[in-house]
């Protein structure tokens, strides 16, 4: 919950305090995204729009109940999606490359 600030300095350190935060869970989430590579049996596994549709519903949802910008949250994780997404490639791609030799 967001507290109330009383100078700019205030309002961005805690925005700084919740970068960290979200770097963090974006650390971790990128461990489950090289993770699921090891899974996926080809680069349309690894794209998987029904399961990014799937996401972005359940995101909105979440946006929602926590007071936040749905439209908002929609567009983050469209991004961030679309980078793991290109990280998984890559990654599934090196995999490929390692069990064929």
């Given amino acids: ?6 100078t ?7 925005i700084d305090r919740l970068d960290q935060q979200i770097v963090t869970l974006l650390a971790e989430r990128g461990r489950y995204v090289s993770q699921a ?3 996926k049996k080809d680069a349309d596994g690894v794209k998987a729009p ?16 926590a007071g936040a910008n749905p439209q908002v949250t929609e567009q983050v994780y469209r ?5 793991f997404i290109q990280q998984e490639l890559a990654e599934h791609a090196a995999l490929t490359t390692q069990q064929a030799t």
Avoid: D
């Avoid at 700019?8 to 805690?14: F, H, P, Q, S, T």
């Avoid at 029904?50 to 109940?65: G, S, W």
């Fill in 1 to 6: 919950m967001a507290v109330t600030c009383t």
């Fill in 8 to 14: 700019l300095e205030e309002v961005r350190n805690n």
């Fill in 37 to 39: 590579a090891h899974f």
């Fill in 50 to 65: 029904q399961r990014v549709e799937q996401v972005i519903a359940k995101v909105r949802n979440l946006a929602q109940v």
């Fill in 79 to 83: 991004a961030m999606i679309a980078a």
